[in-house]
């Protein structure tokens, strides 16, 4: 019999005096309807059915176990951005970014800045040998970090979302894929996980982002990256580590004036032009950024200027405003940094330290003349140091010890040297004595 006149007929509407075939045709006919289009197979099944002579759920089942099952690996997930094919301006390329993200986000202060240009080092990190983290921080929920993550990942190469993942997952893919790592519930997801933390940890350096792991049947040791561009979105204060390690945006909840389109998956989808001529400004000025030595600024502290050197190189290739512009964000995100982080019991004996010597006289002050000094101050945690009772000399040796600074005993009593904690004042607070 000629079936494919038969199902000519039927796909034309014909199918008044449908014929048995038999069993090897009937196998022959679903392997062709499993090789159709979803949609178009959806138009047919209940005639193929009908013809067939067997059920619409059998053949439903029948079909299903001919495709080909969805691949949900990485090479699927993680797709190749294919650069602008016209030359994109460096200068206009970040304007157009910081207009992006505050026109979706809520942000402080020269975050703007500091995200516009994060996006490109993202596209640009091989040229980098320091990966700083942007690390987006809030005191409670709803305050638009998943929002401004999520644009982050519409304008990056590879974006690789990570809520709950093990490390030895991201190292694998970090190795095979080279995407931008995005971890959202930070607060939960860093926990307890000190391996995780020290993936983060280890990234930000290229020269020490691999970690060590037995691989294989035979358990034989391989070293895999952890190189790649990362974004934390998290709730609170993020560990000192990765504080060290991050540009830190710190978000609040959006007020009534605030005026931002809110963002959908077709916002992000509308983005990728844009990601297009950030990928196409890298590729163009790649020698460039690998070559770049940044004059850094003076106010940043050593590991705010590391963080800092990949995205000034990027400012300088760019022109126009964006190397002051960026450089004056730094400054000011690192002066808010300073007055607002905690600062750790040691740090604070010394800033109190510090107001002492301020009119101190003499090159020694004993043990029991600076406790004197330090509980008299009714607004000091000194004289309350202890549930309720005051700090005790043995204490303050304590603290001052992780300075490196001990007591030296005479005859009578034990006493610091004025010089040994003006270094350490000098050392530590940002506002030692003179």
């Known amino acids: 019999m000629n079936w494919n006149a038969h199902f000519a007929r039927a796909d034309s509407g014909d199918t008044a005096s449908p014929l048995l075939p038999a069993t090897d045709t009937i196998r022959d006919r679903i392997r062709y309807l499993a090789s159709l289009d979803p949609l178009d197979y959806e138009c047919r099944r209940q005639e193929e059915a009908t013809a067939l002579n067997i059920r619409v759920s059998v053949l439903d089942e029948e079909v299903r176990k001919l495709r080909p099952a969805p691949d949900d690996g990485a090479a699927d997930y993680f797709v190749e951005l294919e650069p602008w094919p016209e030359p994109v301006d460096g200068a206009e390329l970040l304007e157009e970014l910081v207009a992006t993200v505050n026109r979706f986000c809520v942000l402080p202060k020269n975050s703007n800045v500091l995200i516009a240009t994060w996006v490109v080092h993202a596209h640009a990190h091989d040229c980098a040998d320091i990966s700083p983290i942007l690390c987006l921080t809030s005191p409670e929920k709803r305050c638009g970090k998943s929002t401004t993550a999520s644009v982050v990942s519409a304008l990056v190469p590879k974006p690789m979302h990570a809520i709950n993942i093990s490390p030895a997952v991201v190292f694998r893919v970090i190795e095979a894929e080279k995407p931008t790592l995005i971890i959202d519930e930070g607060d939960s997801f860093l926990k307890d996980n000190e391996d995780m933390r020290g993936l983060l940890n280890g990234g930000h350096d290229r020269r020490t982002a691999y970690v060590w792991r037995s691989a294989g049947d035979d358990h034989e040791p391989r070293r895999f990256r952890v190189w790649g561009p990362k974004v934390v979105a998290m709730i609170g204060r993020p560990p000192d580590t990765i504080v060290d390690r991050s540009i830190l945006v710190r978000l609040r909840r959006k007020r009534p004036e605030d005026a931002v389109e809110r963002f959908s998956s077709r916002s992000g989808i ?161 506002a030692p004595p003179k």
């Open 270 to 430: 509308a983005l990728t032009p844009l990601a297009r001529k950030a990928a196409r400004w890298v590729t163009d000025n790649n020698i460039r950024l690998s070559e770049a030595d940044p004059d850094l600024p003076d106010a940043l502290n050593d590991r705010a200027q590391d963080n800092a050197r990949p995205l000034c190189a990027i400012a300088d290739a760019a022109g126009g405003s964006w190397p002051q512009r960026l450089r004056e964000a730094f400054v000011a995100i690192s002066q808010q940094e300073v007055e607002e982080e905690p600062a750790s019991p040691g740090v604070l004996l010394l800033a109190d330290i510090a107001d002492i010597l301020g009119r101190w006289k003499g090159d020694t002050i004993s043990s029991r003349e600076l406790l004197a000094e330090l509980t008299a101050d009714d607004e000091g945690p000194w004289a309350e140091w202890r549930r309720g009772d005051p700090i005790t000399a043995r204490g303050v040796a304590r603290l001052l010890k992780e300075f490196s600074i001990r007591p030296t005993r005479d005859r009578t009593s034990r006493f610091y040297r004025v010089s040994d904690l003006r270094e350490a004042c000098h050392l530590y607070i940002e």
